[in-house]
């Protein structure tokens, strides 16, 4: 199972948020960059970046920092946050990013993801973000009336591989990810499922790697210390993530 280190950008700064609420954002790293090269230097071997201001204005805001980011490290990057076209997903790919995440965008325009899957099989990731069990868009500010594990199937049958599954009311919480909704779509569909959410100690990654999980986004964890990027590597013996082929 992969860990991706989480790197939020915020007004070109790395925060965390409470619940997706851009105004309880805390800032721990002014400058994203040195984020992204603390948790290679650490082992990491995937990064999970999101441009905070993009998602909720539906353009990308913060490219400046990613393209820092890529410079930076050597490791590969998936970003997320205001990709709402093909024309956008093909300038974030051409910049070096790995894996593009489709949120919003994909939960409005499903002819956009059976594009971009099939011109990208390997390089495109759904985003789905849950709030009580229904998806959210638009940087989290609206939900609507599809539930999650409906939406994970429909990605499988337009081509998706790989799906990242947010717990919004977990997020930066701390108190632990929704296992439940989790195995549900692991189970009841081919998914790659990447989990993410409350993810606070070692022991929620194992448990999140024993139900089949194929990655886990931590973020507040490895900011504040709960979390060892270190131990938790060597605890769940990592390998190295198989990179999407050209």
């Not at 090269?37 to 999101?50: D, I, N, P, R, T």
Request: hydrophobic share 45%; charged share 25%; glycine share 10%.
């Amino acid at each position: 199972m992969i860990i991706f280190p989480a790197i939020d950008i915020k007004d070109g700064k790395c925060v965390r948020l409470k619940r997706g609420d851009m105004e309880k954002a805390t800032v721990y790293e002014e400058v994203p960059a040195r984020a992204a090269v603390k948790w290679e230097s650490l082992g990491g071997k995937y990064l999970h970046v999101v441009d905070l201001n993009g998602a909720f204005v539906g353009r990308p805001r913060n490219l400046r920092e990613v393209e820092e980011i890529l410079s930076n490290v050597k490791i590969p990057v998936q970003l997320g946050g205001g990709i709402r076209d093909l024309d956008t997903v093909e300038y974030i790919l051409s910049l070096g990013v790995q894996r593009v995440i489709l949120g919003t965008a994909a939960l409005k325009d499903a002819a956009l993801v059976k594009r971009a899957v099939g011109m990208y099989p390997s390089k495109i990731v759904i985003g789905i973000d849950a709030r009580d069990g229904f998806v959210a868009m638009e940087g989290w500010s609206k939900t609507s009336s599809v539930q999650a594990l409906t939406f994970a199937s429909k990605m499988e049958d337009l081509g998706a591989k790989t799906v990242i599954y947010t717990d919004i009311w977990r997020d930066g919480m701390l108190g632990g990810p929704n296992f439940d909704c989790t195995a549900e779509i692991i189970e009841r569909t081919s998914l790659e499922v990447i989990a993410s959410g409350g993810i606070s100690r070692l022991e929620h990654l194992i448990r999140l790697k024993q139900i089949g999980a194929s990655g886990a986004v931590v973020g507040k964890a490895l900011y504040t210390g709960g979390i060892d990027l270190e131990e938790a590597l060597d605890a769940l013996k990592e390998e190295s993530p198989c990179l999407p082929k050209e």
